[in-house]
């Protein structure tokens, strides 16, 4: 069997991923391929394109989308998927370029189609006629691939329509955070990691913590993360004399487990997630979580008053209450919820992705090929997807 990935690009979490499951894969005498489109213009621009292995080829390594025709792009997508000639397409949502094309190429080709997504429906507003026309399209899959089996009932259009539902790619390797040592909860280091975009709603934090040092409990809070905010954070830092905030901008992957590590808790009080892999970071840390409902991952990986606390990020007392109700616990029960958030986490291992991913694949090839209608069919060959990142990082 031949599978290939297709996405816009693959970027810092996609990249472990890919290598560890063309290994797996191959284990399974599957063979796996990886397709990026574009070598720039990510929204995690800051982790530049460096791969140099012959299954996982970038199209174009030098460009951004909006520096290339609708033709160029689709030209080079089916060339590539034509050279491949996989028997399964897993894709990012149809809305994007890589899945839109993938669709198209599939359809043609009387192939396998997966797609996968961390966006919930509600979070997404579109009119009546766009949605109809996305569920019309994504309805043409063969299998959906979600972070966790939560986003089943968001889905609930799709359900009784021959798509296979499987779970479990927002996952990090979790081996890479496991310090090996007996977590220490002396530190009184609360941690937020997290791009200063507006989105991250760290205004608000800061607003809850200076109740939370008001209290006089001698916690500080550790902000890691850069972005177009970090010089109007600072001047509110300063502007309400906050004295144990400390902004340590931007650190590098490898060397953000030593400051989970150092931490005894993590905050992030995002607005909306559409999952929120740092959140996976510090419980594989063995850290207790303090998270907003509004975090996709907060539904799976979040256990009222077992690994932390949620909290509405607009409504400031909420944050002050989670910081506090945490802060105030006792060792024992900041041990225990530690304990808790590694157990959690272990329920999102590249292990179980691989499995999971493999039992998909080996399914959904015994299934008949799905034929589109005259509509569906007509809006495959006529959508070619986008690469609009202008508002990632507001709400």
Same mark, same amino acid.
């Given at each position: 069997m031949k599978a290939v990935i297709v996405n816009n690009d693959f970027r810092v979490y996609w990249k472990d991923r890919l290598m560890y499951l063309h290994q797996f894969l191959a284990s399974k005498n599957i063979d796996f391929y990886a397709?990026?489109?574009?070598g720039k213009g990510s929204p995690y621009s800051f982790d530049v394109y460096n791969n140099s292995q012959d299954w996982w080829h970038c199209l174009f390594k030098n460009n951004s989308a909006d520096e290339l025709s609708k033709k160029n792009i689709s030209d080079a997508v089916f060339a590539e998927l034509d050279k491949i000639n996989p028997d399964i397409v897993i894709s990012s949502s149809i809305v994007f370029y890589a899945?839109?094309?993938?669709?198209?190429?599939?359809k043609k080709n009387k192939k396998k189609f997966i797609m996968f997504d961390d966006a919930r429906h509600?979070?997404?507003?579109?009119?009546?006629?766009?949605?109809? !026309?996305?569920? $019309?399209? +994504?309805?043409?899959? &063969?299998?959906?691939?979600?972070?966790?089996?939560?986003?089943?009932?968001?889905?609930?259009?799709?359900?009784?329509?021959g798509i296979h539902f499987f779970y479990g790619f927002d996952c990090i390797d979790n081996r890479l955070f496991r310090n090996g040592k007996q977590k220490q909860f002396n530190n009184k280091i609360i941690i937020c990691v997290a791009r200063l975009v507006p989105i991250k709603n760290i205004n608000s934090l800061l607003k809850a913590w200076k109740d939370v040092e008001s209290a006089g409990n001698g916690y500080r809070l550790a902000i890691i993360g850069d972005g177009p905010e970090y010089d109007a954070l600072n001047s509110q830092k300063l502007a309400v004399q906050?004295?144990? !905030?400390?902004? $340590?901008? +931007?650190?590098?992957? &490898?060397?953000?487990?030593?400051?989970?590590?150092?931490a005894d808790a993590l905050v992030l009080a995002s607005l909306q997630e559409?999952?929120?892999?740092?959140?996976?970071?510090?419980?594989?840390?063995?850290?207790?979580v303090l998270l907003s409902h509004k975090i996709n991952a907060a539904a799976d990986l979040l256990k009222e008053g077992i690994n932390g606390f949620g909290f509405n990020p607009v409504s400031i007392n909420e944050i002050t209450e989670a910081l506090l109700k945490y802060i105030n616990l006792d060792g024992s029960a900041k041990q225990s919820m530690s304990a808790n958030s590694l157990k959690i986490i272990d329920n999102l291992s590249y292990e179980k992705m691989g499995i999971q991913l493999y039992d998909a694949l080996v399914f959904i090839t015994n299934q008949p090929v799905k034929r589109p209608g005259i509509l569906a069919k007509t809006l495959i060959n006529a959508w070619h997807g986008r690469y609009n990142t202008a508002g990632w990082d507001k709400i």
């Open positions: 397709i990026e489109l574009f899945g839109a094309l993938s669709l198209r190429w599939v509600l979070q997404v507003k579109r009119n009546m006629v766009v949605q109809a !026309v996305k569920n $019309l399209l +994504a309805g043409q899959a &063969d299998g959906f691939w979600f972070p966790a089996k939560s986003y089943y009932d968001d889905y609930s259009y799709f359900h009784n329509k906050l004295n144990t !905030v400390d902004f $340590l901008g +931007a650190v590098s992957h &490898d060397a953000i487990a030593e400051y989970y590590y150092n559409t999952w929120g892999l740092v959140v996976n970071e510090a419980m594989a840390a063995g850290l207790p």
